[in-house]
């Protein structure tokens, strides 16, 4: 009798799936992609909503990085992917065999933090599917920010593939000094890999002549996004004033829809200036104003296995040379990730400089790469200047470089601010321009809001609409309101408001002039300075006219002692008490993602707690603190901050 054969050990897989708002969680996919390679995994990474739940058995460990948005959602680009999990007819074995982990990504300054990994975990494992490495959790507000977290999880989770899934005796894991091939790689356009050597004539010039209308025509093919049209980019407060706050109004011919809360994503543009610098520093100069294509680093590759391209409509851009292509997708300013530093020790033969590049990758050494990197807020570019022996080759910029991504502004118009006059759709915001001097005393800028401080009316930009998470329904928006938004916070606040002025003035012509039953709008504005941004301030008291709205304003720096939206609240107790619990009032707190969100929720416990003494309601601390909790609940606590 002939012995059977031994059965083929099975394939090493896994699958990498992110759901990402503003691109962390994509990279922090491509950052476990990149380890489940080195351990000879088969590897796919993926946004959630390209793959089906059904085909997730098919591999040895899927791995979910997702980030949580508005009131604990997930972000857009895994909603199908979390609606198809929560169909009534799927059994409790629908995902058996499934061996999951998850790092989820959040900010503890909401209530609801990291609430989308924790849905998703708990979902999976309602379906039969086994958490196999207990899941990380990062906090934006960390010392070290995501870093901090994320370090410490993957190096561990490192050392469990390891234990669980040993390599093959004779197999060792890819040293973190060899370089994963990129996937993707750029050519010239006619095939080749090498570029055509051509004289150097005015080139250079007019590439920076044609730079300004580059910027302010923007012709890039980024799918599901609308051309809006600039017409208005107004300085809002005074010359002198540290701050450059501009209202920016968009408008689309498309006569699209949108919600108090709603959010426009803005795609920016690099400086020619910058673009210039990084060609220079790179010694690309021969290949900078040459056609090229994104294509697969390897032909002979399934074409199913391939990830999907860093950039995706590539190839519906007209013309594109690698100038363009720097100045249109990628981030040359972002504060440099891990990975970054990864990538670039390979393209250097210095012994000094390539050491030192490792040492920033090395769990060991995270708060020196915080001192090198996020707290002087230093750039890509800088980094590039400083190591200059770094010459990485043209090919690979999109797998060096991260891609630009839009960066969202709320909308700041409801109401009959909404529409233009053509049937198309308007979009207003309140953009604080990003400009500071760091610790090591140089000036930085943000990359989008310094190119939408340069355009002009009549320029055109690629936005998407986003939904948000305020979601106010018709009862919450005609009932009573609390709305704390200090500085440019106030602009989802004022979408809010001209939202119930329209509903208001809908509802008195259509009953002869009778005034509807709506609930008081309390409006906390804070500020530095009365006469420099107190935003909207005329409009608070045409608006009041036709809502019943009472604005309260605290100004830190016009007096002595600071005054901040949260003090106001503990000097009206027992107004915030009536308002919002013998009313049953809604409360939307808007803005900095900072201390704001804790104070303003830590003097609501006050009023709770204090502010019913006249009703002879006395709450303890503990019952006040679930009061709040009960409104966050009901959906009548809601926070939007960044």
């Not at 960390?142 to 899934?165: A, N, V």
């Not at 090395?362 to 022996?389: A, C, G, K, M």
Request: proline share 7%; glycine share 8%; hydrophobic share 35%.
């Amino acid at each position: 009798m002939s012995e059977s054969p031994s059965p083929r050990p099975p394939k090493r897989s896994a699958l990498v799936l992110y759901g990402s708002e503003t691109g962390n969680a994509q990279e922090v996919a491509e950052e476990l992609g990149a380890l489940a390679e080195r351990l000879h995994f088969m590897t796919q990474v993926s946004e959630m909503n390209h793959i089906k739940p059904e085909t997730l058995s098919s591999y040895t460990i899927v791995i979910f990085a997702l980030s949580t948005t508005g009131q604990g959602d997930l972000p857009a680009n895994a909603r199908t992917f979390w609606r198809s999990l929560l169909l009534k007819r799927l059994s409790s074995t629908f995902l058996e065999g499934v061996r999951f982990t998850s790092f989820g990504l959040g900010d503890s300054s909401y209530p609801k933090f990291n609430w989308a990994s924790r849905k998703l975990c708990k979902r999976l494992v309602q379906l039969g599917a086994s958490e196999a490495y207990l899941s990380g959790e990062a906090d934006q507000q960390h010392p070290e920010g995501l870093e901090g977290t994320f370090i410490p999880w993957i190096t561990d989770f490192r050392k469990h593939l390891l234990d669980t899934y040993p390599l093959p005796e004779g197999q060792h894991p890819i040293p973190e000094d060899v370089q994963l091939p990129p996937k993707w790689v750029l050519q010239l356009q006619d095939g080749s890999l090498s570029p055509k050597i051509k004289p150097r004539t005015q080139g250079q010039r007019t590439s920076v002549e044609n730079s300004k209308s580059r910027l302010e025509h923007d012709l890039r093919p980024i799918p599901d996004t609308l051309t809006a049209t600039l017409t208005q980019n107004k300085r809002v407060t005074p010359p002198k004033h540290w701050q450059d706050v501009r209202h920016v109004s968009l408008t689309v011919s498309d006569s699209v829809t949108y919600v108090p809360g709603d959010m426009i994503s803005i795609m920016p543009k690099n400086f020619a200036e910058d673009v210039h610098a990084l060609i220079q520093m790179m010694g690309w100069e021969d290949q900078a104003d040459q056609l090229v294509s994104l294509v697969p680093a390897d032909a002979q590759h399934p074409a199913e296995d391939l990830p999907l391209p860093p950039i995706l409509s590539l190839e519906s851009y007209p013309k594109l040379t690698l100038r363009a292509l720097i100045m249109d997708y990628l981030d040359i300013r972002a504060i440099p990730r891990r990975k970054f530093f990864s990538e670039i020790a390979h393209y250097t033969d210095d012994e000094m400089q390539k050491e030192r590049l490792l040492e920033f990758t090395n769990p060991e050494f995270l708060d020196e790469l915080w001192d090198y990197t996020s707290r002087p807020r230093r750039s890509i570019l800088e980094v590039l200047h400083e190591f200059d022996t770094v010459k990485i080759p043209w090919q690979h910029a999109t797998s060096v470089f991260p891609i630009l991504r839009g960066r969202q502004f709320s909308i700041a118009s409801g109401g009959e601010l909404k529409r233009t006059p053509e049937g198309g759709a308007k979009f207003e915001l309140l953009i604080a321009i990003v400009k500071y001097k760091t610790i090591i005393k140089r000036i930085r800028e943000g990359v989008c809001t310094k190119y939408i401080s340069v355009l002009q009316p009549g320029s055109t930009l690629k936005v998407h609409l986003q939904r948000g998470g305020l979601n106010s329904s018709l009862g919450q928006l005609t009932g009573p309101t609390v709305l704390v938004g200090p500085g440019t916070g106030v602009a989802p606040l004022r979408s809010m408001i001209w939202e119930k002025a329209a509903l208001v003035k809908a509802y008195k012509e259509e009953n002869g002039g009778a005034e509807p039953s709506i609930g008081p709008t309390i409006l906390l504005f804070g500020g530095r300075n009365r006469d420099a941004d107190f935003f909207f301030d005329e409009e608070w008291q045409q608006l009041s006219k036709l809502v019943k709205l009472e604005v309260f304003a605290a100004f830190s720096r016009d007096q002595k002692q600071k005054v901040y939206v949260q003090d106001v609240i503990r000097d009206n107790l027992g107004f915030f008490f009536r308002l919002l619990h013998n009313m049953s009032g809604s409360v939307y707190v808007c803005g900095s993602s900072g201390r704001m969100p804790q104070a303003v929720r830590e003097a609501l416990v006050e009023a709770f707690q204090n502010g019913g003494e006249r009703e002879g309601e006395r709450f303890s601390r503990e019952e006040a603190e679930e009061y709040l909790l009960g409104m966050e609940k009901s959906g009548r606590y809601k926070q939007e901050t960044w």
